[in-house]
């Protein structure tokens, strides 16, 4: 009999929480025939990745998994063989008790959030907190060896290789969101929280002698791109150039769609964890937004991952690679670090196809849970 799962998401932010459990319910289900239930808090910002969705119906199917509105108050539901709690939100309480009421208990994951910390690797896969007998247990994603791996769908790497080959499909795509980049110019796409250090940063691309393309989907970013234009407002589909620098600004779109996007650019600005991942996977030149946390705890997790990111580049690439992302995420000027980030260009482009290879080697996250359920039975 197949395994039921339940992933249990809270949207926090905005598309990054659900990004992630909707790529792992679909995968479960299309890759290792689970039956799976997505509870989801807020309807709306799923909305946006997924059109499908009719955030006014409580319960319906999109790609073979049962998506379920998470209500405030909780209706009377049997509880899985697995529950996933993501991001460590916390259960209601009512499915608590239908957990412990089983005749034989779940096994209960909290999926974090992806770090590549040293400590990582140690509290993966160790039992947290007990409820009326049920253990709970720490799931990580992780960069290295002893975490749960990054979500990568079968045939991914396959698929990106095969796009990137193929100009006259990377033309089509681009044609279908009316993007239509002049010859030779950057193709770039910038998805970010506000940040004060982007003026400096428009400002040098556009003072370039290589003229610039860049794409900035709907987002939060788009005020701070509207106040260095110097227009009333950015609607979608709005086409800015300023000397060099041509600014369009594109819908929010399906996450295969937001896929081939990232595999088209020549550098990709993203921010939170689903299209970080996704990122690394277009294996092309990139810049991580991390979300903001209190006490600055955030750039620890930066410097963690910088550390692992840079290990393979020559000291000049990645003394480049460092500056661009600490003033990124410190809203720093930014002039100077892109301009020395171009002089290692070849080398950076050359390590962002590896690190994905390398990447790609170990499990995928999806399989790693499915192998943790069977480890557990």
């Known amino acids: 009999m197949k395994a039921s799962w339940d992933i249990f998401c809270s949207v926090v932010d905005n598309f990054g929480d659900i990004g992630v459990t909707w790529r792992l319910a679909r995968q479960l289900v299309a890759e290792h025939q689970c039956v799976v239930r997505l509870w989801v808090d807020d309807l709306r910002a799923f909305e946006r990745i997924c059109p499908q969705i009719d955030a006014r119906q409580a319960r319906q199917f999109q790609d073979g998994v049962e998506v379920r509105h998470w209500p405030a108050e909780w209706p009377a539901e049997a509880a899985a063989d697995v529950v996933i709690a ?30 590549a910390e040293d400590w990582v690797g140690g509290c993966h896969g160790l039992p947290s907190v007990k409820f009326r007998g049920v253990q709970k247990y720490f799931f990580f994603p992780g960069f290295k060896a002893g975490t749960g791996g990054l979500l990568r769908e079968a045939g ?3 698929q990106r290789r095969n796009f990137q080959a193929d100009r006259q499909a990377q033309v089509d795509f681009l044609q279908g969101l009316r993007v239509a980049p002049a010859a030779g110019a950057r ?64 819908p929010f779109v399906r996450q295969e769609d937001y896929d081939r996007l990232l595999w088209c650019c020549d550098f990709n600005a993203v921010r939170g964890e689903d299209s970080f991942v996704r990122a690394q996977w277009a294996g092309r030149p990139m810049l991580w937004h991390i979300y903001r946390q209190d006490e600055d705890t955030h ?37 100077e670090a892109w301009k020395n980030l171009l ?20 499990a995928d996250l999806a399989a790693a849970l499915v192998q943790f359920y069977l480890n557990w039975i």
């Open 86 to 115: 993501a991001f460590a939100c916390q259960l209601p309480h009512g499915y608590m008790e239908a957990m412990a009421d089983r005749e034989r208990a779940p096994l209960w994951l909290n999926l974090d959030y992806l770090s």
């Open 156 to 158: 991914l790497l396959e």
């Open 187 to 250: 193709l770039m796409s910038l998805f970010a929280y506000e940040n004060a250090g982007l003026g400096s940063w428009l400002q040098a691309l556009a003072s370039d002698v290589q003229p610039t393309h860049l794409l900035v989907p709907e987002g939060r970013i788009l005020g701070d791109v509207q106040r260095w234009l110097g227009v009333e407002s950015l609607a979608v589909g709005s086409l800015q150039v300023r000397q060099s620098l041509t600014v369009q600004v594109l």
């Open 299 to 335: 750039l620890d997790k930066l410097e963690a991952f910088l550390a692992l990111y840079t290990q393979a580049l020559s000291p000049a690439a990645k003394a480049a690679v460092l500056a661009l992302w600490r003033a990124w995420n410190t809203e720093a000027q930014m002039a």
């Open 343 to 362: 002089q290692h260009w070849p080398e950076v482009s050359a390590h962002a196809e590896q690190w994905c290879l390398e990447q790609g080697l170990q």
